[in-house]
């Protein structure tokens, strides 16, 4: 019922489906009130954002989810719109195993271990014969800092520095942003926000956004674009809690470590865009090879 409700508005308010832009997005925002009542009728875009799925979702497999666009232009919350999400990105079977493989590589691909040892030729001292070889009746020693020794060197042991890199599997790391994704939305604890433009740069106005709409105790914004605007990187500079990052650095280690995870709409499109491709891609089976530093 809710859905042919949603459908008649959409055609009785927006006859002709209008683009989605991030500039249309930014210019609507500074023309309009932030005092609006009604908020669907306050946004310019359509009720529902639908997106072009064709290439990569058939009709026998699952169909798009929805999720709600939240202003960011108050502080109060106002749904804006419904944009739809692709299932295999945002729908897909949650990968533990591969989750924590993820989680695991990350960790360990920039540790390096500076436990350092020292052999007999390292450990001071050792010099000189400690007995003579024979008439002691003792065993036949050439130093003291002999490895059977108190105070000799170490056989075997570690010497730093000792890195602990290596690569996960092309598709491992892709499935692994996919599975994390899905588990955040299915567990509601993924937003999705129309811009990041925030009328203040006060460290205030961002703390009160967030206690309102129970985003927390941490929260990653993701944009498309790697420079934020000035107001967000101000406020969110005092918050240590908050984390913004590009959507092309994106990773499950990041999205785990932040209970929430904030994403704008280009955020969306672009993750969606990038993902579906190495997921469908032609090439796919080069991937599975050996890594290769010139690998993209």
């Known amino acids: 019922m ?16 209008r683009t989605f832009s991030r500039s249309s997005i930014q210019g609507n925002a500074d023309a309009e009130s932030p005092t609006a009542v009604s908020a669907p009728l306050a946004t310019k875009f359509p009720l529902i954002l639908t997106q072009d799925f064709s290439d990569y979702l058939p009709a026998s ?5 929805q999720a709600w666009i939240e202003n960011t232009d108050a502080v109060a919350e106002r749904k804006v ?35 350092h040892t020292k052999t007999r030729a390292e450990v ?20 003291l800092r002999s490895p059977m020794l108190k105070g000799g060197g170490v056989v075997h042991g570690p010497r730093s520095p000792t890195t602990h890199f290596y690569m996960l599997p092309f598709y491992k790391r892709v499935l692994g942003l996919t599975s994390t994704l899905s588990v955040k ?53 005092d918050l240590g809690y908050v984390n913004l990052m590009p959507s092309f650095g994106l990773n499950v280690y990041s999205m785990l470590k932040h209970d929430t995870l904030v994403l704008t709409v280009a955020a969306v499109k672009h993750l969606e865009q990038r993902l579906l491709y190495q997921l469908h891609r032609n090439d796919a089976a080069s991937k599975g090879g050996k890594f290769k530093l010139d690998q993209v």
């Open 185 to 237: 939305l299915a567990q509601d604890d993924l937003h999705i926000i129309e811009n990041v433009d925030i009328p203040t740069g006060d460290a205030e106005f961002l703390k009160d956004l967030i206690a309102e709409r129970n985003w927390g105790p941490s929260v990653l914004i993701v944009d498309e674009d790697h420079m934020f605007p000035a107001n967000i990187c101000q406020a969110s500079d």
């Open 61 to 65: 497999r699952s169909t798009a989810r």
């Open 124 to 143: 001071r001292g050792g010099g000189r014969k400690p007995w003579p070889q024979k008439g002691g009746g003792r065993s036949r020693h050439g130093s």
């Open 2 to 17: 809710l859905k042919n409700i949603l459908n008649t508005s959409r055609q009785v308010l927006y006859p002709v489906a």
């Open 81 to 115: 719109g419904l944009i739809e999400l692709h299932p295999d990105i945002f729908a897909a079977q949650p990968r533990v195993d591969i989750i924590q493989e993820n989680v695991e590589w990350q960790r360990k691909y920039r540790y390096v271990s500076m436990a």
